[in-house]
């Protein structure tokens, strides 16, 4: 199962899934995450030769390996890079679309903000999840009727630079024991003034009188260099019905 809940991916053609996404992309509510076809040098930096990969028995995220990147540049940086090839500069242009360069051409980090968090499920109304400051709702954030089908929207702002390898992960805990852990690489998005949205693949929730009670989890969104955006711990139950309004 994956009770899984997050906050990303787009309003316009500004996303750049990676290979590995295709998936997870044609689930994208509008057009976060569109795959672009890259050239073979451009925005978006290539892990070094010394790269550590995470292996399969690594399911915990907090024992990702971190990928060694090349040096980061700013956008600036990064469109004046290869002006005479005219391929690369179109694509860029792609990319890129009306990004205003000279208000965030000189910005070295992304900000990428997580913006809102919806629960959709066929039939009800989408359950609205507020996000708090410090990403630590208290007490009982939500409720799911159990053996229900779900999907996860969640919408994020990106700005001053471009975001290479967002990934969302959640781990779930039922009386300290870990029941699920979900990992979905969401893209590379480049900055826009209006944000992205992005669906998760709908899941269902687990039934029966084992799977009802009471859940721990923390979701994380994390980049290519291991900076984390979002840090949310929250407890959520799942029941026999739906919680009334």
């Not at 029966?208 to 139950?237: H, M, P, Q, W």
């Amino acid at each position: 199962m994956s009770l899984a809940v997050g906050v990303v991916s787009s309003s316009k053609n500004m996303g750049l899934d990676d290979e590995n996404t295709a998936e997870v992309s044609n689930k994208t509510a509008k057009t976060g995450g569109a795959n672009v076809d890259q050239p073979s040098t451009g925005l978006v930096r290539e892990p070094s030769e010394g790269s550590l990969y995470q292996t399969e028995d690594e399911d915990d995220d907090d024992e990702v390996k971190k990928i060694e990147l090349g040096p980061q540049c700013t956008l600036k940086e990064q469109i004046e890079k290869d002006a005479d090839d005219e391929s690369l500069r179109r694509w860029k242009e792609q990319l890129l679309g009306s990004v205003d360069v000279n208000s965030v051409g000189e910005t070295l980090e992304p900000d990428v903000k997580i913006m809102s968090l919806a629960i959709k499920s066929p039939g009800r109304s989408d359950i609205i999840l507020p996000i708090p400051e410090n990403g630590n709702p208290k007490g009982l954030w939500f409720t799911l009727k159990e053996g229900s089908r779900y999907s996860l929207e969640f919408t994020i702002q990106v700005s001053n630079n471009i975001v290479s390898g967002l990934k969302y992960t959640n781990t779930v805990w039922k009386t300290a024991v870990k029941v699920d852990s979900t990992r979905e690489m969401l893209g590379t998005f480049s900055p826009q003034s209006e944000p992205y949205t992005h669906v998760l693949p709908e899941d269902t929730t687990p039934s029966g009188i084992f799977a009802r009670g009471s859940y721990s989890a923390r979701s994380k969104f994390v980049d290519d260099d291991n900076k984390c955006y979002l840090e949310i711990n929250y407890t959520f139950d799942i029941r026999k019905d739906w919680q009334l309004a």
